[in-house]
């Protein structure tokens, strides 16, 4: 495991269980369920709600409700094109998902309404970026008080305030290869909450950028000592469940 790049992408799934963490790095994948499917399309119907703000008006949220109605048939039509693991999925599930995203219409519409469209609109999608440790792949580069800043776009809720310490810390430490990228000080970074419709930005302290480097470093020993510690609450709903072999530790 020695000389392994970490993607930024993991940080979130170590801190909710090492298992879990360990088997994606070494190449195992999810197991396919209406679950992922779910997160896929409402993390495509999200990308696309800069242009339904830049389309709406500002006059009713029924009008707001009939653009997220538009795109999420957008999606629909093209999401076998963008993610081909929708290609075998069985008609019923297909339209469970759709069925899922659009109950989730009025709530999204409530709060999109309060977003500020030049927040969440992109500069940059799906940017590569890398170190000589860890790499990933950044949502979007949008600006926030006339700054770059890293924006991940997050299909589970949000807390009642602020932005959750996993979504932080994976947030920051994309700030900080962006900053080398960029050969600049990224202060603020922002995460996009699209099931709910939700956009929170906020600073990247420096605590973050100690906690983000503590935990690579945790992560890397995990790799290379093999060895891991599974979090049982996860196991229930967890998408790696019949590959992971508690009982061989």
């Known amino acids: 495991m020695r000389g392994m790049r970490i993607k930024v992408s993991y940080i979130p799934i170590y801190l909710k269980c090492q298992r879990m963490f360990r088997l994606l790095a070494v190449g195992h994948e999810y197991e396919v369920d209406v679950g992922l499917l779910l997160h896929l399309a409402q993390k495509e119907w999200g990308l696309r709600y800069p242009r339904i703000l830049k389309e709406f008006d500002g006059s009713e949220t029924s009008e707001l ?80 008080d006339g700054s770059y800043a890293p924006s991940l776009i997050k299909t589970h809720h949000p807390p009642s305030i602020g932005v959750w310490k996993a979504d932080r810390l994976q947030a920051t430490a994309y700030a900080m290869l962006l900053e080398d990228e960029m050969d600049i000080r990224i202060e603020k970074a922002q995460i996009e909450y699209v099931s709910c419709g939700i956009a929170r930005d906020f600073p990247v302290k420096t605590a973050d950028r100690r906690n983000v480097i503590n935990c690579l470093e945790d992560m890397k020993a995990t790799l290379e000592q093999e060895r891991d510690n599974r979090n049982e609450k996860m196991c229930g709903g967890c998408p790696l469940r019949k590959i992971c072999k508690w009982d061989d530790y």
């Open 65 to 144: 409700e009939k653009l997220l109605l538009k795109a999420l048939a957008g999606v629909k039509h093209d999401i076998s094109h963008i993610h081909s693991v929708f290609r075998d999925v069985e008609k019923e599930d297909f339209e469970q998902v759709f069925q899922n995203l659009e109950k989730r219409i009025p709530e999204i519409s409530c709060n999109l309404v309060l977003v500020d469209a030049r927040s969440i609109f992109p500069v940059q999608t799906d940017v590569f970026l890398s170190s000589k440790e860890i790499s990933g792949v950044v949502d979007k580069i949008v600006i926030i």
